[in-house]
């Protein structure tokens, strides 16, 4: 009796064994992660500012592919903070900036359009206009002596889908749809001057 009870507990933990290597293995190769995420970011001194650089992580949802291919153009907000904590109180924004980018599809040219203010960059995959608006290089304006050099401030950055941009009938999808609702948490770091 001690026997096939030994076999059932190595056939048990074997089970449990070769089910944890493919949740460890498999499931990850399966799943497509749709959203944004933030890799890195950095504020460094350049020259005669400061220099943000970020890495993002973008995989736009089915659903976002598809209206994309059918001529609606995708708005995204990128936000940068810099903040200076205080003990005292809440803390102090010293630098609050936006940028909006639109990516675009053309169906008459089958080009993917990339616009940040009045300058544009179209290319031939959706691939490729993604992976040059996951890598952010941009000068910061901040005014010489904002930031002192015996103080520590913590710096926030997110790249999200701005639903507001869209036409209204898509704005009413948005609402509580995991789908539209793309974007990342707040990536936050500490700056020492």
């Not at 070769?18 to 001194?45: K, Q, T």
């Not at 209206?67 to 010293?94: A, M, Q, T």
């Not at 913590?154 to 701005?162: G, I, K, Y």
Request: aromatic share 12%.
């Amino acid at each position: 009796m001690t026997v096939s009870s030994t076999r059932c507990c190595r056939r048990i933990s074997f089970l449990a064994a070769l089910l944890a290597l493919w949740l460890a293995i498999g499931s990850p190769l399966c799943a497509r992660a749709d959203g944004i995420e933030v890799r890195r970011a950095s504020l460094s001194v350049g020259e005669d500012s400061y220099v943000l650089e970020a890495n993002f992580e973008i995989a736009l949802t089915p659903t976002l592919e598809d209206v994309l291919n059918k001529g609606v153009s995708l708005y995204f907000l990128l936000e940068f903070e810099l903040l200076r904590p205080r003990w005292y109180w809440f803390s102090d924004k010293i630098v609050t900036t936006q940028q909006q980018y639109r990516l675009s599809y053309h169906a008459l040219t089958r080009q993917y359009r990339i616009g940040v203010g009045n300058l544009y960059q179209n290319f031939g995959a959706l691939a490729d206009a993604l992976e040059v608006m996951s890598r952010l290089r941009r000068r910061e304006e901040i005014e010489p002596g904002t930031l002192r050099k015996d103080t520590t401030y913590t710096a926030a950055l997110r790249l999200r889908l701005d639903t507001s941009q869209l036409p209204k009938p898509f704005q009413l999808s948005t609402l509580g749809s995991r789908e539209w609702n793309v974007g990342s948490d707040w990536y936050r770091w500490t700056v020492t001057p």
